[in-house]
Nanobody, 114 residues
């Protein structure tokens, strides 16, 4: 089982990034997929989630209206489009798969700074 995140980097405040998480080794289309993040010195926190068929999404209040989660079950990939980024969005972003059994990715660093 693998969850491999990509797309992180350094971006200026107000900028955008698109994270991807490529899954393998399990039936991706059966799993609820989520993004979490962890800033230095803080606990890991929920960012966004999407149902197995992509019909339902939910977001943390802190990112609502700025971030969009989506998935492509044909490509076994979940995405996180992040717009209007703020310095407080700086964190390691993790992909998470859940169907009772859970899997985590290794994380990708997002740094928002001028």
């Amino acid at each position: 089982v693998q969850l491999v995140e990509s797309g992180g980097g350094l971006v200026q405040p107000g900028g955008s990034l698109r994270l991807s998480c490529a899954a393998s080794g399990f039936t991706f289309s059966s799993y609820i997929m989520s993004w979490y993040r962890q800033a230095p010195g803080k606990e890991r926190e929920f960012v966004a989630t999407i149902s197995s068929n992509g019909a339902e999404t939910n977001y943390a209040d802190s990112v609502k209206g700025r971030f969009t989660i989506s998935r492509d079950n044909a490509k076994n990939t979940v995405y996180l489009q992040m717009n209007s980024l703020k310095p407080e969005d700086t964190a390691v972003y993790y992909c998470y798969a859940n169907r009772g059994v859970v899997y985590w990715g290794q994380g990708t660093q997002v740094t928002v700074s001028s």
